[in-house]
């Protein structure tokens, strides 16, 4: 039977002097949604811990979103801390929603955002915390209905025994529909069974019960799934799309939290999508298409939030900001109208092709911090199979425009382990940092006075479901660190500052990214095991994952190294984000021909499918062009 709803704070509120950053457990933040009356109750849960799923563009969007629906209500939840969660187990109390420390077992919709894939054993602990059955077949009738949605749906299967609902794509309108569906369904006396059928009935909704798992010749070990005999349910899923992107809130994040949070700035959305088509990047292909928000609107709300939140920074977030067609003229009047105010204006991260003079003199007006790039591979040879676009020429100019600035400090994102890649090409990811750094040096001077620093940072290549390297297995381990031995060994001037992610959780990331159905026994066995913040550096023990991999019989490196055919039928291919699979296989052909594929925004159309299949288009307020 669901827990009633009633405020369980004073229980709580005893245990906060006993542990670490009692803040994150605090409701009633500046600018929260205090009035909560419902009488349909909604629990968005973001999988980690306060100050890490506060910052959310997602759980902002869709808790303004359905708090401003006539008799719904949103509350936001977040998975307290190791000994806050041990604590409350001793003392029996249940996972608490922030704003009205209510069970979150007793609201009609508890929904997760998955943000990626090593949030998976947060989730377990989470509803298990919650007293909410972990595998959805299990809930009884008047559970909550759990679902989920965010940017780490496109491979869900390892994770859906847990969900009643998987929701692909935008969010804005289908939740909306989605609470509806449950909450008529409820109010006719509808079983359980007769909800979830509804909600496949919603556009871009997956109701993974609905679905069997097929394995055979003509598929991977993980099988396929296919709708089951009777369900009426879709072959395949195709994500729910926004069409007009310019008429949602440009200002969704308006609380202003009492503790500092890891991205501490207001944030504005300026546009969604990116079509540059990089072979690695599951959100270039899951966000199309490009849909840019007026320069107009983004000024008003970066106005308007600082104004009312306090900030003193503002950042333009998306996929690919320096791509906005007014981009150059959302920095310049942002930064006059900020001018003498203590407030910078910063982009997460700057594409080398369009980081002109212009844009090197407005990104981040008169405070010059960090600048980031993401050249992704050393070699031109290998930024050509991944389709990166971006040339020797093009990093020169970005970093003499960067440094002739004001800019002092650089930062160089790459990947090791991408397909084709050999040891000349990790040798010259040092050579590009080699390059930058003298560029620096010729610009500004030699010296530490001079305050030049280039540092590189390097992710291990992990394969994601609905791109072209899906079919590419992993670097193997010991691979892994070999390389990144040859990284640090041939570095030309210890000037150049190294970092690289943990090859062991890139290998779990992998295993987790390939997977089907079957994996959530990994999963729960990784729990059980007492894995959790698996994201946290010093919380993750690879040991656990290879012991809970042992007791249920998997070999994480040969999941995660395994190359599948082309032709293979993958365990996540009935849902999708409606990029083609024969586009998919053209650009792994391409990547292996190093032949590159150009933007469509800027050029012709590239033949992905997602236009036509969803019937909507790339949405420019401006002009784009290449080296704008």
């Known amino acids: 039977m669901r827990l009633p709803r009633e405020d369980w704070y004073d229980r709580l509120e005893p245990l906060l002097a006993r542990v670490e950053k009692p803040s994150r457990y605090l409701d009633h933040e500046w600018g929260a949604v205090e009035d909560q009356d419902g009488p349909f109750h909604v629990c968005m849960m973001y999988p980690d811990v306060y100050e890490v799923g506060q910052p959310n563009m997602g759980i902002a969007i869709l808790y303004n979103t359905l708090n401003a629906q006539e008799g719904i209500s949103c509350e936001r939840g977040f998975l307290p801390w190791i000994d806050l ?83 692909l794509g935008d969010g804005e309108e289908a939740i909306v529909e989605m609470c509806h569906v449950v909450r008529d369904a409820r109010a006719c006396g509808m079983t359980r069974a007769e909800i979830l059928r509804g909600l496949s009935e919603v556009e871009g909704v997956y109701v993974p019960s609905l679905y069997d798992v097929v394995v055979d010749q003509s598929s991977t070990e993980w ?106 003229q959302i920095l310049h009047q942002l930064n006059e109208d900020i001018r003498g105010t203590g407030v910078r204006v910063s982009i997460p991260s700057q594409r080398l092709d369009s980081f002109g003079v212009e844009m090197a003199a407005e990104v981040g007006g008169a405070k010059k911090g960090g600048l980031t790039f993401a050249p992704e591979a050393g070699s031109q040879r290998l930024r050509d199979v991944i389709n990166k676009n971006v040339t020797v020429e093009n990093i020169d100019m970005a970093a003499r425009n960067a440094f002739e600035n004001g800019w002092r400090r650089m930062k160089l994102y790459f990947m090791m382990g991408l397909p084709t890649e050999t040891d000349d090409d990790i040798v010259a990811i040092n050579e590009v940092a080699d390059r930058v750094l003298e560029i620096g040096r ?168 997602v236009c036509p299949a969803l019937g909507v288009k790339n949405a420019i307020v401006g002009d784009r062009h290449v080296g704008r």
């Not at 998955?114 to 054993?121: F, K, Q």
């Not at 009738?141 to 679902?147: A, C, G, K, N």
């Not at 928000?293 to 008003?300: E, H, K, L, M, N």
């Not at 032709?567 to 052909?589: C, D, I, M, N, Y």
């Open 85 to 167: 969660s041990d604590l409350m187990r001793e003392k029996g109390i249940p996972l608490l929603a922030l704003e009205s420390s209510s069970p979150v077992a007793s609201f009609d919709i508890v929904g997760f955002t998955l943000a990626h894939e090593m949030a998976c054993t947060n989730i377990v602990e989470a509803l298990d915390l919650s007293g909410i059955a972990i595998r959805a077949a299990e809930r009884a009738e008047d559970d909550p209905i759990v679902i989920a949605g965010g940017p780490s749906v496109w491979n869900c299967e390892p994770v859906s025994p847990m969900f009643d609902a998987i929701l």
């Open 223 to 328: 099988g396929y799934a296919v709708p089951r005999e009777g369900s009426d349910a879709p072959e395949v899923v195709l994500k729910r799309t926004l069409r007009d992107f310019s008429k949602t809130d440009p200002l969704p994040q308006k609380i202003v939290p009492y503790m500092g949070i890891v991205q501490d700035r207001l944030a504005i959305e300026v546009l969604r999508g990116c079509a540059r088509g990089c072979r690695f990047c599951q959100a270039g292909m899951s966000y199309r298409p490009v849909r840019e928000r007026p320069a107009g609107d983004v000024i008003a709300a970066a106005e308007e939030g600082l104004a009312v939140t306090g900030h003193d920074e503002v950042s333009l977030t998306s996929l690919s900001t320096t791509d906005h067609s007014q981009c150059a």
């Open 442 to 609: 010729d610009v500004v001077g030699k010296g530490p006075k001079s305050g030049v620093s280039v540092s590189i940072s390097v992710a291990v290549f992990v394969p994601k479901a609905h791109t072209p390297f899906q079919w590419a297995g992993q670097l193997p381990l010991e691979e892994v660190r070999r390389r990144q031995q040859l990284l640090l060994h041939s570095c030309p001037d210890h000037a150049i500052k190294i970092s690289y992610h943990d090859a062991d959780v890139s290998l779990v990331e992998a295993v987790l990214s390939k997977m089907g159905r079957r994996g959530f026994e990994l999963i729960y066995a990784a729990w059980r095991h007492g894995c959790r913040f698996d994201a946290w550096t010093d919380q993750f023990s690879f040991q656990k994952w290879e012991d809970a991999a042992q007791e249920v019989g998997f070999d994480l490196q040969k999941i995660a190294s395994e190359q599948l055919p082309l032709t293979v039928r993958l365990p996540w291919e009935h849902t999708s984000p409606a990029v083609s699979k024969g586009f998919l296989q053209r650009e792994w052909r391409r990547a292996a021909e190093g032949v590159t594929t150009p933007d469509c925004t800027m050029t012709s159309c590239t033949g992905c499918g």
